[in-house]
């Protein structure tokens, strides 16, 4: 696998060497060589840009699987309750507000509901924005 970070910069070297050989080449005035080494400036800045979006690229594909891995993790630290997952205290008894489902379904992704105004139990996604009803909610701290 290429080095991306060695190739961006060996395409801004490249770059700095044609600038200089444009400077060096004032007094021989050949158009065609000229033209050829515009080409050559061009095709290395392409080089150079196309590595920088590979460079992105890979970023964010460490970044989800990161994401994933932690919620990989998050998904042992659960507790399910009629149908919701909840933190867990140490004897695995379900702790505060659970996850939204629709978005661990959708999106593998876990979002805390959020209390809305209404009955106890009346809860909202935040990203989502589904409505729940009955939604059970434990204490955030043990033996209360
Ligand atoms: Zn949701």
Redesign the pocket.
Known sequence: MVDIAAGLSLAAQAIGIVKDLREIDKGLDSAEYKARMADLYSALADVKMALADAQDEMKSKDQLIAELRDNFQKKGDLVEYHGFKYEKFEDESPKGIPF?????Q??GRY?R?ARREGARGDMK??????DYRHIAEFSWEQGR
């Open positions: 939204c489902p629709r978005c661990e959708n999106l979002y509901l996604c935040p990203e989502c924005k589904v």
